[in-house]
Nanobody
C-alpha cells in the first residue's frame, strides 16, 4: 500500500519561495511516475508538475520557469520547489503516485499580495 505524506506548506508573501516535500512509503519514488497537483477553493484539482524515472519532467504552463520538481531516492521523497510565488498559486497541494493512484493528504500554500 502506497502512502504519501506532504509537508512544507505555509503562508508566504508574493514573490517568496517555498519547498514542498512528499515522503512515500510502500513504493520507490525513483522507479515510479510522481506528481504534484493543486486545488484552489471552489476550483477543480489541477496538474502542477510530474517526474518520470528517466528524469524528464513536465509542468503546467502557469508554473513553468517558477516551479521545479525533483526526487531524492535516498530519502524516498519528491520535492516541489516553488519560487516567485503569486497569490493565484494559493491552493492545497497534493502529491500523487500515478501507478497506484494514491494521493497524499495535502498541504496548504497561501500567498499573500
Amino acid at each position: 500500500q502506497v502512502q504519501l505524506v506532504e509537508s512544507g506548506g505555509g503562508l508566504v508573501q508574493a514573490g517568496g519561495s517555498l519547498r514542498l516535500s512528499c515522503t512515500a512509503s510502500g513504493t520507490n519514488v525513483g522507479a515510479d511516475v510522481m506528481g504534484w497537483y493543486r486545488q484552489a477553493r471552489g476550483k477543480q484539482r489541477e496538474f502542477v508538475a510530474s517526474t518520470i524515472p528517466d528524469g524528464r519532467t513536465d509542468y503546467a504552463d502557469s508554473v513553468k520557469g517558477r516551479f521545479t520538481i525533483s526526487r531524492d531516492g535516498a530519502n524516498n521523497t519528491v520535492y516541489l520547489e516553488m519560487n516567485t510565488l503569486k497569490p493565484e498559486d494559493t491552493a492545497v497541494y497534493y502529491c500523487r503516485h500515478f501507478r497506484s493512484g494514491s494521493w497524499g493528504q495535502g498541504t496548504q500554500v497561501t500567498v499573500s499580495s
